[in-house]
């Protein structure tokens, strides 16, 4: 079983950035793929952005040449570099992390983007 741990989240002004970490703990084999995804109030849950076990990376077009995803490998953690941001980013943004044999979500960090 895997757990996920995320922080970073808060306030910031449009066009300020921020930073999310994602930590993976547990009794498990395989980390494949590590990713973020973000749901808005009354919205779906969509993926940010996620990064493979060779260093593939995969964006929404909403976030490409703002975020920028990356991975510690040997602490089995991933980053969100967040800049740029903008009111529409407002969102709960969770951790994904997928092993071999299963899945784990964080518990979800707040982001919100206003003046």
């Known amino acids: 079983q895997v757990q996920v741990v995320e922080s970073g989240g808060g306030l910031v002004q449009p066009g300020g950035s921020l930073r999310l970490s994602c930590t993976a703990s547990g009794m498990f084999y395989g980390i494949t793929t590590m990713g973020w995804y973000r749901q808005a109030p009354g919205e779906q849950r969509e993926l940010v952005a996620d990064i493979g076990a060779g260093g593939r990376t995969n964006y929404a077009d909403s976030v490409k040449g703002r975020f920028t995803i990356s991975r510690n490998y040997s602490k089995n953690m991933v980053f969100l570099q967040m800049n740029s941001l903008k009111p529409e980013d407002t969102a709960v943004y969770y951790c994904?992390?997928?092993?071999?044999?299963?899945?784990?979500w964080g518990q979800g960090t707040q982001v919100t983007v206003s003046s």
């Open positions: 994904n992390v997928r092993t071999l044999r299963t899945m784990g």
